[in-house]
């Protein structure tokens, strides 16, 4: 092939082919038309394209803060060659990003960018700049109640709403803590404008604000819950009226459960009869089985008892808050210690002390009213001989209350009632018959030697007057 090439007539052939390329260019004006140009070299067209709705993705630290003021979307325009465009706006692996990643609490001004981008291609983007305000999360759990609308139509139609339930009786609540702390309200809102029968649906859980205003600036889990909403129809003829709810208890409660108080929520319910019917009636009742009580209940639902001809109760069934006393411990001092079962012929005396401390556990209720004569302590000494013994403290059992002694040990002296005692009440009985013996003795000597003066005084009275 090398050999060839250096021929003559290879240089022939080329020079030929050289030749007829000048002459074509020559006589067709080839550099003088465009489109023949662009024919042989075409060239890439440059076009922008305008993407609404694309999602913000903000960089923050979640478990803290509470971001505001940043756009759920954006408008974005990009340009750039139709080829590299047309793969990019396919692909979809742009993000538009507003960057808060160590940022803390205040207000700041971002400007938002699209990442994951070939660097070849420019944007824009609408709005380019947001003014976002960073505040500490917080939690809060609140009370679903449930907001019945439409109740004077419903009551117009002859019908009443005579119970209520929901399936969620709380949820949490997820904001800053300004907006938490201006919650005054979780409500589930159901209408039962136009209704004629019980029912059960799905409703939103809607925060409120003192004013009434609902809140939108909170997160709520969960944030529907199913209300169910029974109706009952009464008629046209009838009236209503508002009656308290009396709590009757029944049965006895469990040992150990002391109850100080039930309350009914409501307290206040209505009641729908004829005019002679509720006139006679003051209030209505909720039973309340004491038996079923336990340590760890203190909320029972409970239906009310529907009076004689009165046709529907609203509500039907009320909440009864049951508190329970709590135990508390208190000490007891110089509490008198009694023996029992001493032995005839023994006599008992306590060594250290005759009474003693102990601690008694019950209700406020029963300790207000215990004192340290309510309580008898005793010391157990049968079959005990004479001698020092040490005799475990014992205690009588008091009703609704635990009296602790403490293991105590009270040391007492056993000593016996011996024949000594007996003699030395004899020899003082002899002492005083020996005593009064003497006295007489005496008394008879005086007596003689009176005598005998008065004789002698005889004798010389005598002699005197002979």
């Given at each position: 092939?090398n050999k060839?090439?250096?021929?003559?007539l290879f240089l022939?052939?080329?020079s030929?082919v050289?030749?007829?390329?000048?002459?074509?260019i020559?006589?067709?004006?080839f550099?003088d038309?465009?489109?023949?140009?662009?024919?042989?070299?075409?060239?890439e067209?440059?076009?922008?394209?305008?993407?609404t709705?694309?999602p913000?993705?903000v960089?923050?630290?979640?478990?803290?803060y509470i971001i505001?003021?940043?756009?759920?979307?954006v408008?974005v325009?990009?340009?750039?060659t139709?080829?590299l465009?047309?793969v990019?706006?396919?692909?979809?692996?742009?993000?538009v990003?507003?960057?808060?990643?160590?940022?803390?609490?205040g207000?700041?001004?971002v400007?938002l960018?699209v990442?994951n981008?070939d660097?070849s291609?420019?944007y824009?983007i609408?709005p380019?700049?947001?003014t976002?305000?960073?505040a500490?999360?917080?939690?809060?759990?609140?009370?679903?109640?449930?907001?019945?609308q439409?109740?004077?139509?419903?009551?117009?139609?002859?019908y009443v709403v005579?119970?209520?339930?929901?399936?969620?009786t709380?949820?949490e609540?997820?904001?800053?803590?300004?907006?938490?702390?201006?919650?005054?309200?979780?409500?589930?809102?159901?209408?039962?404008?136009?209704r004629?029968?019980s029912?059960?649906?799905?409703?939103d859980?809607?925060?409120?604000?003192?004013?009434?205003?609902r809140?939108?600036s909170?997160s709520?889990?969960?944030?529907t819950?199913?209300?169910?909403?029974?109706?009952v129809?009464?008629?046209?003829?009838?009236?209503?009226?508002?009656?308290?709810?009396t709590?009757?208890?029944t049965?006895t409660?469990p040992s150990?459960i002391?109850?100080?108080?039930?309350?009914?929520?409501?307290?206040?319910?209505?009641?729908?009869?004829?005019?002679?019917t509720?006139?006679?009636?003051?209030?209505?009742?909720?039973?309340?089985?004491?038996?079923?009580?336990?340590?760890?209940?203190?909320?029972e639902?409970?239906?009310?008892?529907?009076?004689?001809?009165?046709r529907?109760?609203s509500p039907?069934?009320?909440s009864?808050?049951?508190n329970?006393?709590?135990e508390?411990t208190r000490t007891?001092?110089?509490?008198?210690?009694?023996s029992?079962n001493?032995?005839?012929?023994?006599d008992?005396s306590?060594?250290?002390?005759?009474?003693?401390?102990?601690?008694?556990?019950a209700v406020?209720?029963?300790?207000?009213?215990?004192?340290?004569s309510?309580i008898a302590?005793?010391?157990d000494l049968?079959?005990?001989?004479?001698g020092?013994?040490?005799v475990s403290?014992?205690v009588v059992?008091v009703a609704?209350?635990?009296?602790?002694?403490?293991d105590?040990?009270?040391?007492?002296?056993?000593?016996?009632?011996n024949?000594?005692d007996?003699a030395?009440?004899?020899?003082?009985?002899?002492?005083?018959?020996?005593?009064?013996?003497?006295s007489?003795d005496?008394t008879?000597?005086?007596?003689t030697l009176?005598?005998?003066?008065?004789g002698?005084?005889v004798?010389?009275?005598?002699?005197?007057?002979n």
């Amino acid at each position: 092939m090398n050999k060839f090439m250096e021929t003559r007539l290879f240089l022939k052939i080329v020079s030929l082919v050289l030749a007829a390329s000048l002459y074509v260019i020559v006589a067709t004006d080839f550099f003088d038309s465009p489109r023949t140009i662009a024919t042989i070299i075409p060239t890439e067209t440059i076009r922008e394209e305008t993407v609404t709705d694309v999602p913000v993705v903000v960089n923050y630290d979640s478990e803290r803060y509470i971001i505001s003021g940043i756009p759920e979307t954006v408008d974005v325009t990009f340009k750039g060659t139709s080829s590299l465009l047309q793969v990019t706006l396919n692909r979809g692996a742009y993000e538009v990003i507003a960057n808060l990643e160590d940022v803390s609490e205040g207000e700041y001004h971002v400007t938002l960018e699209v990442i994951n981008l070939d660097a070849s291609i420019e944007y824009t983007i609408d709005p380019k700049e947001v003014t976002v305000t960073v505040a500490e999360r917080d939690t809060a759990e609140f009370p679903v109640s449930i907001d019945i609308q439409g109740i004077d139509d419903l009551r117009g139609a002859g019908y009443v709403v005579t119970d209520t339930s929901l399936d969620t009786t709380t949820a949490e609540v997820v904001g800053t803590r300004a907006s938490i702390a201006q919650i005054s309200s979780l409500q589930a809102v159901v209408n039962v404008a136009g209704r004629q029968e019980s029912f059960t649906e799905i409703v939103d859980i809607i925060a409120y604000d003192s004013n009434g205003e609902r809140m939108g600036s909170v997160s709520i889990t969960p944030n529907t819950t199913e209300a169910t909403v029974t109706i009952v129809e009464v008629g046209q003829s009838v009236i209503s009226k508002e009656v308290p709810v009396t709590i009757e208890a029944t049965g006895t409660a469990p040992s150990g459960i002391f109850i100080s108080s039930m309350e009914a929520y409501p307290d206040i319910v209505t009641i729908f009869g004829e005019q002679n019917t509720l006139d006679n009636i003051t209030s209505v009742t909720a039973s309340v089985p004491l038996e079923t009580i336990t340590e760890n209940t203190e909320e029972e639902k409970v239906s009310l008892t529907l009076p004689t001809n009165v046709r529907a109760i609203s509500p039907s069934i009320v909440s009864v808050k049951i508190n329970l006393e709590e135990e508390e411990t208190r000490t007891f001092s110089d509490v008198p210690i009694d023996s029992r079962n001493l032995s005839d012929d023994l006599d008992v005396s306590f060594v250290d002390s005759s009474t003693a401390t102990v601690t008694v556990t019950a209700v406020p209720s029963i300790l207000d009213t215990l004192t340290s004569s309510d309580i008898a302590l005793f010391i157990d000494l049968h079959g005990l001989g004479a001698g020092t013994q040490s005799v475990s403290l014992q205690v009588v059992e008091v009703a609704n209350a635990r009296i602790d002694t403490g293991d105590q040990q009270v040391k007492v002296e056993l000593t016996e009632k011996n024949v000594e005692d007996a003699a030395t009440d004899d020899g003082t009985e002899e002492d005083e018959v020996t005593d009064g013996g003497d006295s007489e003795d005496e008394t008879a000597e005086s007596e003689t030697l009176e005598d005998e003066t008065s004789g002698n005084n005889v004798t010389n009275d005598t002699e005197e007057n002979n």
